[in-house]
């Protein structure tokens, strides 16, 4: 068994065949699917997946770095309390840093990434993290918000080695995805140094398609490619990956 522990599947990229998508995945074993929220306009789509799939769908909350503006911010904010007070979530996210598109509003992410992860340490729960260019000012901020409580995964880790063990000294797990089977992914080089338990899988459906599918849209079902590719690095039967990184998943999220 599997768990996809960052997946879009709410989003438009399967408006069409969203179902036939799901269907792929679960007969592939991949049994439980961990929903990243973006902003308040996709919360109604993530609630309404969960109450058609109830077993296999567990929600987050929070704000994407990317949708962080300083016009929108209060309200969404707003709406991230709110869901935490009224319903239940396994984890805040996914949120961080995201200087790619935008580095005017690096101070204005730096404090909602902060107060997102002091909702997080609040309601006793994980986090989930976006970095995109900016590994120097996520840990900064971590560094600073760094306690027991805090706990989470580092999405979509592209890191290096060095990014790897301060991931791990935080008390964060690896979010390994098609990343690892690229050509110029580079973190197949060393991934295969971090013990199994600091990883879990995920595919950030529709993003990040793995080899032989990069360029098309992703989809739960390819997480099968990624956990073929570590059984091959670390030189392990793909069962063992699987158990491995379930177990994880299930203890950070509390899925059982």
């Known amino acids: 068994m599997f768990i996809d522990t960052h997946t879009h599947l709410y989003s438009e990229s399967f408006k069409d065949d969203r179902d036939e998508v799901i269907e792929r995945a679960l007969e592939a074993s991949i049994k439980k699917f961990v929903l990243p929220a973006i902003d308040s306009t996709y919360t109604k789509a993530m609630w309404d997946l969960k109450a058609q799939y109830p077993e296999s769908m567990h929600l987050m909350t929070g704000l994407h770095p990317t949708h962080v503006d300083s016009e929108t911010i209060q309200a969404e904010m707003k709406h991230v309390k709110e869901e935490l007070n009224s319903k239940s979530y396994c984890a805040v996210g996914e949120i961080g840093i995201d200087l790619y598109w935008d580095r005017s509003t690096e101070a204005l992410q730096k404090e909602v990434f902060a107060e997102q992860i002091q909702l997080a340490k609040q309601y006793d729960l994980p986090i989930a993290i976006h970095c995109r260019d900016a590994f120097d000012e996520v840990f900064e901020v971590l560094e600073a918000e760094k306690s027991d409580a805090l706990r ?105």
């Open 152 to 256: 989470g995964i580092f999405h979509c880790f592209t890191g290096n080695r060095e990014h790897a063990q301060k991931a791990i000294d935080l008390n964060l797990l690896l979010g390994i995805g098609g990343v690892v089977t690229f050509k110029n992914g580079k973190i197949d080089q060393f991934i295969n140094e971090i013990d199994l338990e600091h990883i879990v899988l995920e595919t950030d459906a529709p993003y990040l398609a793995p080899t032989p599918y990069r360029g098309k849209r992703n989809e739960s079902s390819y997480l099968i490619e990624v956990a073929q590719k570590l059984a091959a690095i670390y030189d392990l039967p793909v069962g063992q990956i699987a158990e491995q990184t379930t177990h994880n998943a299930k203890k950070l999220f509390r899925l059982d």
